[in-house]
């Protein structure tokens, strides 16, 4: 028994539990005219029944257990090990963990280790299987109880509205304090970083080496928190991915919307939005392997200085990354300019190339720039890319065809590996992570209210 064999076994007592309450509520009725509500919504209240108690169940479970076996395989082991430190406590039930999974562990596994590493198996499978038992008879006792109930005069409909309701809410919410959770972990690291480092300093300062002293001796990494550099090339490659996407984005999204045959708009259409669906690591790939070395060679037979990695190649490929997410976009919004506003331009003598200038463009430019500033958003927070194809060098510079880094590929270089989260090094990461945060945030929002601009004037 496993969690997923036992998740599919509840969610299959409640499509049982749908079929065994839509056939009551016409056995008791005669006919569906009689019953209050449809032959489905008497369905869907045996199924809620059977299943959500059972899913409450499996949460909690899941939600207490890793809590309540650490407490019971730790009660088990010798008294010298329980009065170890909480710290190395930790260590020690990590390792018996391990033990169990059959990897490796950072100690020699004597006796009372391998018998914890099976008492902490029993334990697992005992609670899966108590589980397993718990929830599926609570799921078949609702079942039972949604069976009884059902009746010609039960209110299926408003019952079953209601509990979805609900359930939509409680998603919502919980989406909310995720969000609100990722703000704070932020928040809360960042004033540790600035507890160690001056905010005016990594906002302000032109130098970005974050590599810090690990002993009281060691010389030459005091570390240097300067993020002006780090800001500098994301600004870069992202200019120059918008300069690639917008105009091929635009220019795509005015041909299908206004020139192309329904023919054509229904193949192009598709094709196009392919590349929206390529993992961004086959974009890296991409450049790293032929864009970049195709522009070095080329500025090279121009007598230029081309690096190997370069924010030239990263924007490029990017800008080709971007397109499909401007062109639907745009093609959305220039679909939504009312047709009459063609017509009337087409009835004062206008051509097509000028009505799209002149009225199309002009009509469904909110529209537009919110794609623009999403699209901003989007290439503000690519990694794969700029890891693979403009380097980690942290290169105050505008020129496009040396190495520069940016903040999500910052962010990456400081958390991989096993890091301890007291050095401002560590702590770097999270005060990037701030300042990206605010700043899709605020593209975001200014998207969004240019967008709803847009669409309180045309619909």
């Not at 299959?12 to 749908?18: C, D, M, N, P, Q």
């Not at 019953?35 to 939600?63: C, D, K, N, Q, T």
């Not at 708009?265 to 086959?282: S, Y």
Request: hydrophobic content about 55%; overall charge neutral; glycine content about 8%.
């Amino acid at each position: 028994m496993n969690a997923l064999t036992l998740f599919t076994a509840i969610v299959l007592l409640s499509v049982a539990g749908f079929y065994v309450g839509r056939s009551r509520s016409l056995r008791v009725s005669g006919s569906a005219k009689e019953l209050h509500s449809l032959p489905s919504y008497y369905g869907m209240y045996a199924a809620l029944w059977a299943g959500i108690p059972a899913i409450v169940i499996f949460v909690l479970w899941f939600a207490m257990e890793p809590f309540l076996v650490r407490e019971l395989v730790i009660s088990a082991l010798p008294s010298d090990k329980q009065a170890l430190q909480p710290d190395r406590l930790g260590l020690l039930y990590n390792d018996i963990r391990n033990l169990a999974a059959g990897g490796a562990i950072s100690t020699n596994a004597d006796a009372s280790m391998r018998g914890a590493a099976d008492h902490y198996l029993a334990l697992r499978s005992t609670g899966l299987w108590a589980l397993a038992a718990l929830a599926l008879a609570t799921g078949a006792a609702g079942l039972a109880f949604a069976r009884s109930r059902i009746a010609p005069a039960l209110r299926a409909r408003p019952s079953v509205e209601r509990v979805i309701k609900v359930l939509l809410i409680l998603c919502s919410t919980l989406a909310v304090f995720v969000t609100i959770g990722i703000v704070l972990s932020l928040i809360f690291e960042s004033i540790r970083f600035f507890e160690k480092v001056s905010i005016f300093e990594f906002l302000f300062g032109l130098h970005w080496s974050p590599q810090t002293a690990l002993r009281a001796d060691q010389v030459g990494s005091s570390g240097a928190f300067g993020a002006v550099p780090v800001f500098a090339g994301t600004l870069l490659i992202t200019m120059i991915a918008m300069l690639v996407a917008a105009p091929v984005g635009l220019m795509s999204a005015i041909y299908m919307s206004e020139y192309a045959t329904p023919r054509v708009r229904g193949f192009a259409k598709p094709v196009l939005e392919i590349l929206a669906g390529i993992p961004t690591v086959v974009f890296g790939f991409f450049a790293a392997l032929i864009v970049g070395p195709y522009i070095r060679r080329l500025g090279e037979s121009l007598g230029l200085s081309v690096a190997s990695e370069s924010a030239l190649a990263a924007g490029l490929v990017m800008g080709v990354m971007i397109i499909p997410f401007v062109s639907s976009l745009s093609d959305d919004v220039i679909n939504a300019v009312p047709q009459t506003m063609r017509d009337g331009s087409y009835a004062m003598g206008a051509t097509k190339s000028e009505t799209v200038k002149k009225v199309i463009v002009p009509a469904a430019l909110p529209g537009i720039v919110g794609a623009l500033l999403l699209a901003v958003s989007r290439a503000i927070g690519e990694t794969m890319i700029v890891v693979m194809a403009a380097g980690l060098a942290a290169n105050l510079t505008a020129n496009p065809f040396e190495a520069v880094t940016t903040v999500t590929v910052q962010i990456v270089t400081l958390l991989v590996g096993d890091q301890e989260f007291d050095s401002a090094k560590t702590l770097a990461a999270f005060a990037l992570g701030l300042v990206l945060f605010c700043v899709t945030l605020v593209l975001n929002v200014v998207a969004l209210r240019v967008v709803q601009k847009y669409r309180e004037e045309y619909e």
